[in-house]
């Protein structure tokens, strides 16, 4: 390529690419923005229509660290400038490549049962860049099923729910999520084989533990390793299963 052509680096051609993908990142941020800003009246009916026992929540993927810029009503006990949860570090995870998560069940540290939706939020290129939540609060309907079912003589076993740690501080979310994927092995890091290890981290990834900026840093100092070791354990982990999930902790 001759440098008449602009192929050169720093050529007109290099800087007029530059400019217009500086332009259309510019274009994108606006049109997410808007999005964001027209939905944040709108959670305020859905949760007045639905009562008390409901919150609805936007999250903003662009900042995963506080990634909720709008909420309505109280269920998980967080407020604006708090946390995604797991299920909201896998979606960001999945990228575009996200879809909605609908009429799922969780239970909240402190016992509630929570039935949920996630709904992604796209700009019109496609690009997913945050999520409308509804999570609504149906412990005491539960409860009612379940006195019911044992006055009809028809009373099931209680289905496993997952449980899920709601929170303001991403940081308490990424422990609990260490916690959790760590006691599954029933050992102490220091037991672990070398196969449990990269399947530990293996497991993190996948559930988007890794998407948030200073993850590497801080499941470190949970499992009590070095960051080198858990980096070096993470890239080990991508690599023998063949994924190709972007760069750790969240970096660009």
Same mark, same amino acid.
């Given at each position: 390529m001759s440098d008449a052509d602009g192929g050169r680096p720093g050529g007109p051609g290099t800087g007029s690419r530059g400019a217009a993908s500086r332009a259309q990142s510019?274009?994108?941020?606006a049109e997410q923005d808007a999005v964001i800003a027209a939905l944040t009246p709108v959670i305020?009916?859905?949760a007045a229509t639905l009562g008390s026992f409901c919150e609805v929540v936007i999250h903003d993927f662009r900042r995963p660290e506080h990634s909720i810029v709008a909420l309505a009503g109280s269920v998980?006990?967080?407020g604006p400038g708090g946390s995604m949860s797991e299920i909201g570090m896998h979606l960001l995870t999945r990228g575009d490549q996200a879809r909605d998560e %609908?009429?799922?069940?969780?239970?909240?540290?402190?016992g509630k049962m929570v039935k949920s939706s996630t709904m992604v939020l796209r700009d019109s290129s496609g690009t997913v860049f945050g999520a409308l939540c509804v999570n609504l609060d149906i412990t005491a309907l539960n409860q009612v099923h379940a006195l019911l079912g044992e006055i009809a003589g028809v009373a099931a076993s209680p289905a496993a729910v997952p449980t899920t740690t709601f929170g303001d501080d991403i940081g308490a979310v990424l422990d609990a999520i260490v916690d959790e994927r760590r006691l599954r092995h029933n050992k102490p890091w220091a037991q672990l084989g070398r196969g449990e290890r990269l399947q530990l981290f293996r497991d993190l990834d996948r559930r988007g533990v890794f998407a948030v900026r200073g993850a590497v840093q801080?499941?470190?100092?949970? %499992?009590?390793?070095?960051r080198a070791s858990a980096y070096n354990y993470l890239s080990a982990a991508?690599?023998?299963?063949?994924d190709d999930i972007g760069p750790p902790d969240g970096t660009p």
């Open positions: 510019v274009t994108a941020a305020d009916g859905i998980t006990g967080r %609908l009429n799922y069940l969780t239970r909240t540290r402190d801080q499941v470190a100092a949970r %499992l009590g390793i070095s991508r690599t023998e299963a063949g």
